[in-house]
């Protein structure tokens, strides 16, 4: 198993940006088996996708809100994987959790792929 950890979570204005951060346990050529993700959640919403990365970082999907805006990437050393969040607008208002799946998931932005979940970090942004 693998426990997740998000941080850098905060509340800027529109236009600002923000870094998240998610931490896991397992460590070195186990956390490169892992292929991860983010989902974000706002109250009475579903929990959505927002972007993904394979085990090598060579290539991320991202939903097409974002796109142009957010930057998911991983560090494979360091056991972390991070979301540049640029021009941030009052809709990315959420929690936003990390996910990991120990298979790559057959469909990456569906959250029934993955197997590990933090707990989340909030994320508001003002008008």
């Known amino acids: 198993q693998v426990k997740v950890v998000e941080s850098g979570g905060g509340s800027v204005e529109a236009g600002d940006s923000l870094t998240l951060s998610c931490t896991a346990s397992k460590s070195g050529p186990t956390f490169m088996r892992y292929a991860m993700a983010w989902f974000r959640q706002a109250p009475g919403n579903e929990r959505e996708f927002v972007a993904a990365?394979?085990?090598?970082?060579?290539?991320?999907l991202y939903m097409d809100s974002v796109k142009g805006r957010f930057t998911v990437s991983r560090d494979n050393t360091e056991n972390t994987m991070a979301l540049e969040m640029n021009k941030l607008k009052p809709e990315d208002t959420a929690t936003y959790l990390c996910a990991a799946a120990w298979s790559s998931p057959d469909d990456p932005t569906s959250s029934t792929g993955y197997d590990y979940w933090g707990q989340g970090t909030q994320v508001t942004v003002s008008a």
């Open positions: 990365i394979t085990w090598n970082g060579a290539a991320a």
